[in-house]
């Protein structure tokens, strides 16, 4: 699962203009069938982040907005059954969900008084079937459940695997009888930046000086890393020493190169573990 | 002087009766009336012996070829302490060396040449005129023709051009001897007619001295002076102060005095001929590195070599040198001189006796001195580190001309153990995050705890990047990371923001600069030495190969400027980047402060006559706190000043007197940022001079131009003279200060008196002046001074310049190759460990008084163990209140909070008003913290003594040990918890009840209890995440679009309900947000199922499930909603317009799923009747086609039909709160 620079940028290749969608990622997982899924998934949906915050601005212009709110209403008046709102998407290559959510605001502010909320736009995909129009329900509805990399279902999915990862690292960490304490406990006491875990005693992995432990459930590429380095690692780092990240789902073994500053990265829980020991001699 | 030096030659006074003479201005009784006589008729010119006399020896020693090592070319600018030595350095040439003494180089030119010297500084006695003079020639002479430097060149370059007032003329008496002064001016090289003037050579002080480049500051002295020609710039750039005034008059009188002389002395001065040699030496010099053979027997004149180098070891000895370590070097390359310039026939044919026949006529005179002025000094050389006595012990030349000498230094040698290790400096790390300091609230603001918190990061990305970066040639500190560094400083408005930020600053430089190997230059990041115990050797071999690459050039001749070397360079930049008074008042108050509080902390004595092990354990960790804790005050003192004279360095001194005196009107009434003439009073008085001096030395190194002329300052450096002076070592009476102690001041004060800062004219001062400051050093008893906490490891990590010594010797052996800087390692770094801990505060009374008697006849280790444990107690008993008590009264303000709420409804009262309430309720508790911390204090401190005493103490010590220590640690807790405990409670409540009343606002359906897995569980149920991600895969294919050959199969749906129960079962991994999607998404099945709406896998002819799956896989999600799920499940989703209205699609619509499930609904008591009917009534607004209405219709009618149960299993919340649970599901 730690891929060079070179294997990533071939996954990266192939990624281009692919929606995000049920069907592309069976592609996907056709192409490299050597590459775990999760890890392919985690790629995709990273890769076509990025797609997306370098269109995002083009989508979002009042023409653009005004375009596509019209193909919307032509397409479900020829048939309100169709997946007018889904193709649409595809078609100008942005994702399913966030369409979903420019026609479903456009269409609020036509048939409301006031502007619509963020928070009940939210509501409403959340909840399609709060959304006044029947014909639009379904639309949205359909861009959610398509969309594999952006909507509510896929950031739930998103924060669920995290949190399972933190258990599982914290089931690993009692297991090996490593006292920590975890964000919760930290940010009750105060601290200002937390890493999932801080050890009480420090422990070395690789020869390198472990203080706090962080869990990734995502694949560590460049740019997300770059991020997690700036708003997260050397903050721990500037805090509580040097620490271990876990990539579960790998990451770029090029990116692996603050190791003797104090940020060492692995793609599972690290088997040489080497305690203080208190002996006697 | 050269009075003096005669008729010690002709044998009418005796050498120590002449030292007498020159140490103490009083005549002595035990001189002869001859003597006497004699010198009292010599007595105006008693100041100015010492600098004549060093400069005497710098200008005959001229002549030794400067070929020598590089080093030695140094060496001349370390005899350029002395005062004029221009002509000494024969090893000028050495220029090449210019590695060495960076500032050296540019001297040719005689505009830079101020800029770096400053050795130059040799102060004549009395008037600080032309010091600088040798700067200027330093380098380049010596590589070119050194020999035209030395002659002229060497002398006080000053003297030719107008040489520079001292900044005070104070000394009148020096114009009177002028006599005895050469003229100062040394021709220009060029002329060679000039005489050697045996005037101190102006010191070329740093032009600009700016503190951002220190290193051009000043070099060593460089022996050579600068072709006179251009002494007019080196003279100006010295403290330029006296120049105005004193220029002409003296200049005048120098030439008068000059024609005086020459009328004297018939001959013409040796040096006057130097011109002619310039040609043999240029060759030898670049050719032989090789030296000549020194031997005893050809020496010229014995007699008169041994009396010189008895008076100038005797002037050593007395302290009337200013900088022993510049004579020591100076002596080092007499040494290892390599070669001797021929000189003038005429020369040779002068009379033997007569000082102006050359002193050291040949190379084996040189060595003979050198010599004989070594073997008086064996006891400094016997403490150098091992490295130098093994190579002073294998020098060939010392063993031809006293094999005694060389049979003690190899004694010493083998005795010695002082090696000064290598050893790795502790990594960098950061300053590690600390709640009780750091936390939320230490801030007045969210915003300011989070501008500190962004602050913090930006900070270490500052630094990182500068670790990266700072070597990179063409990187700029102030380009690279200044504007990034002042937007982060624009951020820090609020004043208590300022404080933390000091704080940090000044925490990350003593963790990362205190150790010696901080100055090297560390890698941040580096892996800790845990690593090494934890025997990851190749690290180890790295780390010694990382030394040898990393050890530093050299330290910049034996007197370099100050500097910030290393990572010290990052923090002086970050200042200068940051150039914010606020931030730079911040941190002078923090750094006072630490230093204080440093200086005064409680360093452990010496117990006499106590041996055994377990002493000599104490001692080394004594030891090691005395180096940690002088080591952090340098650094911080030397930080302190830079700061605080900022704002006031120029690159040159005030160009005339009167705007000099304005300055002076003006800075005279600022008050010092710290009383450091307090604090060297103090430290005198209590006999800790080794630890005060050290890094008051540091702090007035970045002195600017105007402050010596303070009154205040000019004190200190008096009193500091005064402390040189006293400072004789081989005095070594009972409670006086030890021998390396001593050597260490003699050391830093050395190297401050060379500093270009240094008032010049203070050095030869008479000693009556000094004695107007009173000293009372008499009225303490033992004192620090007199305990040796001074080993040559610390000595050597004070004073790296003290590795010069090493260096030359090395290069002697090595021949001449310049690499020797590589001899010069790091020292090892002393531990790292935090400060002791603060003694607590003694106590009045008698039982204080008899608690420090207790003390007082017992080992130190119990009184500091003693003192350890309260403290500790003490704090531990305040976090165990904490912990309890208060925590307890947290939780009772929590529940008495409940109450309120419940009584006064959900709203509550003013919050205000409830924490009122709350704390006249609680705080009284408070009280009960005392009696619990005296409690907790004597349970816990006994036993944290008898742990950390020995066995064997004897059980009444040990126990009025422990009763000490419970007194103290609940002496110190109790003061905390009564002057605080309320605040505390108060705050924690508050706390607390924000944190109640945050929390009772959104989520409180997501706190219901939860139930865990059973104990047995082993947590193998699917990952919610993996299900939420299946299910969403069968919600995507039913909604379409889909390929024709996509499908779901009974068997998955079944198998995804079947491992939906064993999540929910298993709750090890799931969290509300995933159980509140799965809720959701398990509702949307249903209705799926209901409308058949799922794409079924299989035979054309089906595509739909068969009725009978469909009402099992109904039964699932109904038994998995009614026992699994613990949040609750937006059930009436199942009635919404959309779901009902996917039934609208299907032909023919089957509506008895749907019935079916809404009576098992409420059989189950999932939905309640009303509730279903409420909901259905809602559907028949929505707009449906025709028929859809009317079925609907019916099914209503239907449903209405179905007998009324009781509804028994109805949950009661849902009676009182029909809709609270979707609402929230939904929200």
């Known amino acids: ?281 | 002087m050269a009075a003096v030096l005669e008729s010690l030659l002709r044998e009418e006074v005796s050498v120590a009766a002449a030292v007498r003479w020159i140490a103490r201005s009083t005549q002595s009784s035990e001189e002869s009336p001859g003597e006497a006589a004699v010198l009292n008729s010599l007595r105006p010119l008693r100041k100015e012996f010492v600098p004549f006399l060093l400069n005497f020896l710098r200008e005959q020693s001229s002549r030794v070829l400067p070929q020598g090592p590089p080093t030695p070319a140094k060496a001349p600018g370390a005899s350029a302490a002395l005062p004029g030595r221009p002509g000494g350095q024969p090893r000028g040439g050495r220029g090449a060396r210019s590695q060495l003494f960076p500032t050296t180089e540019p001297s040719s030119t005689a505009a830079e040449a101020p800029l770096t010297r400053r050795g130059g500084r040799r102060r004549g006695p009395g008037p600080a005129r032309e010091r600088g003079g040798r700067a200027p020639g330093v380098p380049e002479e010596g590589v070119g023709g050194e020999s035209l430097s030395w002659p002229g060149g060497r002398r006080l370059k000053g003297s030719g051009s107008p040489s520079i007032p001292s900044l005070t003329l104070s000394d009148p008496p020096n114009l009177s001897n002028l006599e005895e002064f050469p003229p100062v001016g040394s021709v220009p090289p060029g002329p060679a007619g000039t005489k050697p003037s045996r005037r101190i050579n102006p010191t070329p002080v740093s032009e600009e001295r700016s503190l951002s480049k220190p290193k051009i500051c000043f070099t060593s002295p460089p022996i050579s002076c600068v072709p006179s020609s251009q002494p007019s710039t080196l003279d100006t750039s010295p403290w330029g102060l006296g120049l105005p005034p004193g220029c002409r008059s003296l200049r005048e009188e120098r030439e008068m005095l000059r024609k005086e002389r020459s009328k004297q002395l018939q001959q013409s001065p040796t040096p006057a001929s130097p011109t002619p040699e310039l040609g043999t030496s240029l060759p030898s010099r670049t050719g032989s590195l090789t030296a000549e053979p020194a031997d005893p027997a050809r020496v010229s004149s014995p007699q008169r070599l041994e009396l010189v180098a008895l008076v100038y070891s005797s002037c050593i000895a007395e302290n009337l040198v200013p900088n022993l370590f510049l004579e020591l070097f100076f002596v080092f390359q007499l040494l290892t001189a390599r070669r001797m310039v021929a000189a003038k026939n005429s020369d040779l044919e002068l009379s033997q006796d007569s000082l102006e026949s050359p002193l050291f006529q040949s190379i084996h005179d040189c060595v003979f001195f050198a010599v004989q002025v070594l073997q008086h000094q064996f006891q400094v050389l016997s403490s150098l580190d091992k490295g130098t006595l093994k190579l002073l012990a294998e020098n060939e030349r010392l063993l031809c001309f006293s094999p005694a000498l060389q049979g003690r230094l190899r004694a010493a040698y083998e005795g010695s153990v002082a090696k000064v290790s290598l050893a790795m400096p502790p990594s960098a790390q950061a300053v590690s995050f600390q709640p009780e300091t750091d936390n939320r609230a230490n801030f007045s603001s969210d915003r300011a705890f989070h501008t500190f918190k962004k602050q913090r990061d930006v900070f270490y990305e500052v630094l990182r990047e500068w670790e990266d970066r700072h070597e990179e040639p063409g990187w700029d500190f102030e380009k690279g990371l200044g504007s990034r560094i002042r937007a982060m400083m624009g951020q820090l408005s609020a004043a208590c923001s300022h404080s933390h930020f000091v704080r940090l600053f000044q925490k990350q430089l003593l963790q990362m600069c205190q150790s010696p190997g901080g100055a090297g230059g560390t890698v941040l990041g580096e892996a800790p030495d845990v690593l090494s115990m934890l025997g990851a050797d190749k690290l180890g071999r790295l780390r010694r190969l990382q030394e040898r690459l990393v050890a530093p050039q050299s330290s910049g001749g034996p007197c370099p400027p100050p500097t910030f070397p290393g990572c010290q360079g990052f923090f002086r930049d970050f200042i200068l980047s940051a150039s914010s008074f606020q931030f730079n008042q911040h941190l002078m108050d923090s750094l006072s402060l630490k230093i204080r509080e440093l200086n005064g902390l409680a360093l452990p004595q010496h117990e006499p006559g106590d041996e055994d092990g377990e002493s000599d354990v104490d001692w080394q960790g004594a030891r090691r706190q005395f180096a940690v804790v002088l080591l952090s005050l340098r650094l911080l003192a030397k930080f302190l000043g830079f700061v605080a004279f900022l704002p006031y360095r120029g690159p040159e001194p005030p160009p005339t007197r009167e705007l000099q005196d304005s300055i002076l009107a003006l800075r005279s009434q600022v008050p010092p940022v710290l009383d450091v003439q307090a604090l060297l009073q103090q430290g005198l008085r209590a006999r800790r001079a080794v630890l005060t001096v050290p890094w008051l030395v540091e702090f007035l190194s970045f002195a600017d131009h105007i402050v010596p002329l303070l009154d205040y300052y000019r004190s200190i450096f008096t009193l500091l003279l005064h402390v040189h002076r006293s400072l004789v070592l081989s005095q070594d009476n009972e409670g006086e200060m030890c021998f390396l102690n001593k050597l260490l001041l003699l050391a830093v004060l050395g190297w401050l008196f060379q500093i270009p800062t240094f008032p010049e004219d203070l050095f030869f001062l008479e000693e009556g002046q000094v004695d107007a400051l009173e000293v009372d050093t008499a009225a303490s008893e033992h004192g620090l001074d007199s305990v040796p906490v001074v080993d040559q490891q610390l000595l050597y990590i004070c004073c790296p310049y003290i590795g010069e010594l090493r260096k030359l010797l090395a290069s002697w052996v090595s021949g001449s190759s310049g690499r020797s800087g590589g001899f010069v390692r790091k020292i090892t770094p002393t531990t790292t460990t935090g400060l002791g801990a603060q003694a607590p505060q003694t106590s009045q009374g008698l039982q204080a008084q008899l608690a420090q008697a207790f003390f007082h006849n017992q080992p130190p280790s119990l009184r500091r163990t003693v003192e350890f444990v309260a403290e500790r107690i003490g704090s531990n008993c305040v976090k165990h209140i904490k912990a309890t008590l208060v925590a307890d009264l947290v939780r009772q303000a929590e529940s008495l909070l409940q109450e309120q709420r419940v009584t006064q409804g959900q709203k509550g009262g003013d919050p205000a008003q409830l924490l009122e309430i709350l704390c006249s309720q609680l705080c009284p508790h408070g009280t009960q913290a005392l009696s619990q911390g005296r409690e907790f204090c004597q349970r816990k401190s006994p036993g944290a003594v008898r742990a950390l005493l020995p066995e064997e103490t004897p059980a009444a010590v040990l126990s009025s040990a422990e009763n000490i220590a419970v007194g103290l640690a609940t002496e110190k807790a109790c003061a905390w918890l009564s002057a605080n405990i309320t605040a505390l409670i108060r705050r924690e409540v508050k706390a607390a009840v924000s944190r109640t009343l945050r929390a009772q606002g959104p989520e409180p359906a997501a706190r219901g209890e939860r139930r865990g897995c059973s104990r047995a569980c082993e947590h193998h149920a699917p990952l919610p995440s993996h299900l939420i991600s299946e299910i969403k895969d069968v919600l995507s294919l039913a909604a379409g679009p889909r390929d024709p050959d996509e499908g779901v199969s009974p068997e998955h749906l079944e198998q995804l309900l079947g491992q939906m129960g064993q999540t929910l079962r298993c709750r090890q991994f799931l969290c509300p947000p995933a159980e509140q999607h799965l809720a959701k998404c398990s509702v949307e099945l249903a209705s799926l199922l209901v409308a058949d709406q799922i794409p079924v896998l299989g035979p054309p002819p089906q595509h739909r499930l068969e009725r009978g799956q469909a009402r099992r896989l109904l039964h699932m999600l109904l038994s998995l909603w009614k026992d699994d799920f613990q949040g609750p499940v937006p059930l009436q989703l199942l009635l919404s317009p959309r779901n009902v209205g996917l039934l609208a699609d299907t032909r023919p619509r089957e509506w008895d799923l749907l019935l079916f499930l809404l009576r098992e609904l409420v059989e189950k008591g999932l939905m309640g009747r009303m509730e279903i009917e409420a909901c259905l009534g809602s559907l028949h607004e929505a707009q449906w086609p025709g028929d859809f209405s009317e079925e609907l219709a019916t099914l209503f009618n239907l449903f209405l039909a179905e007998p009324h149960m009781p509804e028994p299993q109805r949950r009661t919340c849902e009676l009182v709160q029909p809709n609270r649970g979707t609402v929230l599901a939904q929200s």
């Not at chain 1, 999932?196 to 422990?203: A, C």
């Not at chain 1, 271990?244 to 104090?262: A, K, P, S």
Request: proline share 5%; aromatic share 10%; hydrophobic share 35%.
């Open chain 1, 1 to 281: 699962m730690i891929l060079t620079k070179a294997q990533y940028d071939e996954i990266a290749q192939c990624l281009v203009s692919v929606p995000p969608t049920r069907q592309s990622l069976r592609k996907l997982k056709q192409r490299f069938p050597s590459q775990s899924q999760a890890t392919l998934l985690s790629i995709f949906s990273q890769e076509y982040q990025k797609h997306i915050k370098r269109t995002h601005a083009k989508h979002h212009t009042s023409e653009a907005i005004e375009n596509y709110y019209q193909r919307y209403l032509n397409g479900v008046v020829k048939n309100g059954a169709a997946p007018v709102l889904l193709e649409l998407a595809n078609e100008v290559d942005y994702a399913p969900s966030l369409m979903a959510r420019i026609i479903l605001e456009r269409f609020l502010q036509e048939h409301e008084e006031t502007p619509p909320s963020k928070s009940v736009i939210n509501s409403m995909l959340r909840d399609p079937s709060q959304i006044p129009d029947g014909v639009l329900a379904n639309q949205v509805y359909q861009c959610i459940v398509n969309d594999c990399c952006y909507g509510p279902l896929v950031d739930c999915i998103k924060h669920a695997i995290g949190h399972e990862h933190e258990v599982l690292l914290r089931d690993l960490l009692l297991e090996k009888n490593l006292s920590f304490l975890d964000e919760d406990q930290l940010r009750a006491k105060g601290y200002d930046k937390t890493p999932d875990f801080i050890l009480q005693v420090p422990v070395a992995v690789e020869g390198h000086i472990i203080h706090w432990i962080e869990s990734k459930a995502s694949f560590g590429d460049e740019c997300s890393h770059h991020a997690y380095l700036h708003d997260q690692f050397w903050s721990y780092w500037n805090r509580f020493g040097p620490g271990l990240v876990i990539y579960w789902y790998g990451f770029i073994q090029e990116l692996d190169c603050n190791r003797e500053r104090g940020i060492l990265l692995k793609a599972c829980f690290p088997t040489d573990i080497v305690t203080l020991c208190h002996s006697t001699a």
